[in-house]
């Protein structure tokens, strides 16, 4: 059964880091897209960051960009996204999804993770 679980998630001060994971279990990430979003009540699931499988290729949301980086370690089957220089506009529930196909940001990967939540507050 293909399964993808999310972790690391927890409150940070502004300005600080954290480190989400992203662990497949069931399939081997090699040969998948993965793709990061966070949705928070009442608003539209939003495009992160996605990381293809062919070449490695990334692509950050413009609100992203700068201070979160997409990496992928195949040996441990888990794909990470550091965020630093958070900030309160990055709270939201932090979502994984795989596809066979790279779907860019757009929120129609096949498989996804049950989310973590990240609180950005003094």
């Known amino acids: 059964q293909l399964q993808l679980v999310e972790s690391g998630g927890g409150l940070v001060q502004p300005g600080g880091s954290l480190r989400l994971s992203c662990a497949a279990s069931?399939?081997?990430?090699?040969?998948?897209?993965i793709g990061w979003f966070r949705q928070v009540p009442g608003k539209e699931r939003e495009g992160v960051s996605s990381?293809?499988?062919?070449?490695?290729?990334?692509y950050y949301a413009d609100s992203v960009k700068g201070r979160f980086t997409i990496s992928r370690d195949n040996a441990k089957n888990t794909v990470y996204l550091q965020m630093n220089s958070l900030k309160p506009e990055d709270t939201a529930v932090y979502y994984c999804?795989?596809?066979?196909?790279?779907?860019?940001?757009?929120?129609?990967?096949?498989?996804w993770g049950q989310g973590t939540q990240v609180t950005v507050s003094s």
């Open positions: 069931g399939f081997t990430l090699d040969y998948y897209a």
């Open positions: 990381i293809s499988s062919s070449d490695g290729s990334t």
């Open positions: 999804a795989a596809d066979d196909v790279y779907d860019g940001l757009s929120p129609v990967y096949d498989y």
